[in-house]
């Protein structure tokens, strides 16, 4: 073998092990997280739009709301479909002075704090913001 077909298999190679990676935190996530499948947020100015996609388990719009409550989020406009047990969410709100980051942090950490709590797995090394607050997990 020459040096350029053996580069071009450690290329291969090299790609094939990327993709196993990605494949591999995917399922991680949903191990971990089987009840939150996406969370976006999108902020321009002090709007924010929020679309949270996850099972249909558990009442994950009241849990959505009880999220935003607790960031002191206005609620601008929100919507909620479900197909085949999955829940798709969209919600505008304002939340003045919040980055992308720490919407989606608090709304991730909250959202899956009640699983964690269900399943008597805790979270560590989250920051919620804004209140801060002791939720007990019984």
């Known amino acids: 073998m020459d040096k350029a077909s053996l580069l071009v298999d450690a290329v291969c190679y090299i790609n094939e092990l990327k993709d196993r ?6 399922k991680l996530q949903e191990k971990y997280h089987p009840k939150l499948k996406k969370v976006e947020v999108k902020i ?5 739009m929020l679309i949270v ?4 388990m558990d009442w994950p719009s009241a849990k959505l709301m009880d999220a935003l409550r607790e960031m002191e989020a206005k609620v601008h406009h929100a919507s909620m479909s479900c197909v ?7 919600v505008i709100i304002r939340i003045p002075g919040a980055t992308e980051d720490e919407v989606k942090s608090h709304l991730v950490a909250r959202l ?9 797995i805790y979270v560590f090394g989250i920051v919620i913001f804004y209140q801060q607050k002791t939720l007990a997990c019984n």
Do not use: I, R
């Open 112 to 120: 899956t704090h009640d699983l964690h709590c269900l399943e008597g």
């Open 84 to 90: 085949n047990d999955v829940m798709l969410q969209d």
């Open 21 to 26: 990676v990605e494949e591999l935190e995917t």
């Open 44 to 48: 321009v100015g002090e709007d924010a």
């Open 53 to 56: 996609q996850s099972w249909n």
